[in-house]
């Protein structure tokens, strides 16, 4: 599957085009906490700035108002998505409750599809955010509508059953109402939801866009009018990206082509490989026909990226043998890594949703999620096939 050509140039120079002017060639850190100023009146009328939702001003004054390391990082990912700006946040869920803060002054009900993470369900099912929230599947979106929905929130591939959602159709359903894509998943290299009309793109950047595992953080790209609203929130509440952890963010953009081409090739090959095995029932992966019944890949997806997930035959006890049986990959939660993790989706990221919630999104006792990394696709097939080994001699034994 051929990525865009730019985007490999454009994500190893996104943000980074004034470096030559002031002599470095590495992103600059800044770790101020408070900025010194010299005249009190430029110092007002910076901070009435930011406040105001500015993303810059001639001082940053505050740490909580500004940082040019996370600033960076926003341009160069604002770039990557096609859209005016970005806004980073300490982590997937500080950049999700900053959106539907902001959202709350247009109305309070969310529209929200099924399957989606499962923090993101809980977070909007329990309401500890005054919203009200109804589910519904993609198709059933325009249905969902009320007078004071303000927000329609869907995730494509969706977390852990990587079902799709033609983000166009959703868009169109919700007329008026602005659509936020959870897009980690995906990434800029493989679709940009803005371009289908989405007014908010959403990423944990734990995920791939920092892709070591050594980072946690959000970010959404958008607007500037929606940025305006979502840095007011972040100013007032403090849910704050970290300047180091800013700076590994933008780094990590500049190998996430490279990363997301490499594991491509390998899940479309082990999805091949899973497809054939006796202890596997079934194989969700984008590439595969079946899973992709609108041809989602090719026209909003450039590629069917790095993440799969399969149900092993038995059930809960036979995805407790696979996930306890694999010694080269990572047994953890969390995915985007350059280590292959392999985790088991309704005993933790979806353990917090109740049991009709997790039958209603397609949540399997016995599925497993797989986030492939950039190991060799014969060693990583090697660990998986003796894993399923463990869950046919289970079968036996039982
Ligand atoms: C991990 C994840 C989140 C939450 O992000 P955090 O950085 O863990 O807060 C949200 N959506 C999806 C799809 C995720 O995988």
Request: aromatic fraction near 4%.
């Amino acid at each position: 599957m051929e990525l865009r050509p730019d985007l490999a140039t454009r994500a190893v120079h996104a943000g980074r085009q004034d470096l030559a002017a002031l002599g470095v060639h590495a992103l600059p850190i800044d770790l101020s906490s408070t900025y010194p100023f010299s005249d009190l009146d430029g110092a007002t009328a910076s901070l009435d700035a930011l406040v105001a939702g500015d993303q810059r001003a001639p001082n940053p004054v505050y740490a909580r108002l500004h940082n040019p390391t996370v600033a960076r990082f926003e341009d160069g990912l604002a770039e990557l998505e096609g859209t005016a700006a970005a806004v980073a946040f300490a982590s997937g869920m500080a950049a999700l409750t900053a959106v539907v803060l902001a959202a709350r002054a247009d109305g309070g009900h969310v529209v929200a599809t099924r399957p989606i993470y499962g923090t993101t369900d809980h977070l909007l099912t329990c309401e500890l955010l005054g919203m009200e929230v109804t589910w519904t599947t993609p198709d059933g979106v325009a249905d969902a509508l009320r007078p004071d929905t303000a927000l329609v929130i869907t995730e494509t591939p969706a977390n852990p059953t990587l079902a799709l959602v033609d983000v166009e159709y959703v868009v169109a359903q919700a007329g008026d109402v602005p659509v936020l894509v959870d897009s980690t998943f995906a990434t800029p290299v493989l679709q940009r939801p803005a371009e289908w009309g989405a007014a908010l793109v959403m990423h944990s950047a734990t995920k791939f866009l920092g892709g070591h595992g050594d980072v946690v953080a959000g970010v959404v790209a958008c607007g500037e009018a929606w940025a305006r609203r979502l840095r007011q929130v972040r100013v007032a509440t403090g849910a704050l990206l970290h300047p180091l952890a800013g700076y590994l963010l933008h780094r990590g953009l500049t190998t996430l082509p490279l990363r997301i081409e490499r594991a491509q090739a390998t899940a479309q090959t082990l999805a091949a490989r899973l497809l054939d095995h006796d202890a596997v029932a079934a194989v969700h992966y984008p590439g595969l026909e079946a899973c992709d019944p609108t041809r989602l890949v090719g026209r909003q997806m450039d590629g069917p990226g790095t993440m799969l997930a399969f149900e092993v035959e038995g059930g809960y006890e036979a995805a407790r043998a696979a996930v306890e049986h694999v010694s080269l990959m990572t047994p953890a939660v969390s995915l985007g890594s350059v280590d292959t993790l392999l985790q088991h989706p309704a005993g933790l990221t979806h353990r917090v949703l109740s049991d009709d919630a997790r039958a209603e999104g397609g949540i399997a006792p016995g599925l497993l999620r797989l986030s492939v990394g950039l190991e060799g696709a014969d060693d990583l097939w090697n660990d998986l096939a003796g894993a399923l080994a463990a869950v046919e001699h289970l079968a036996v034994v039982a």
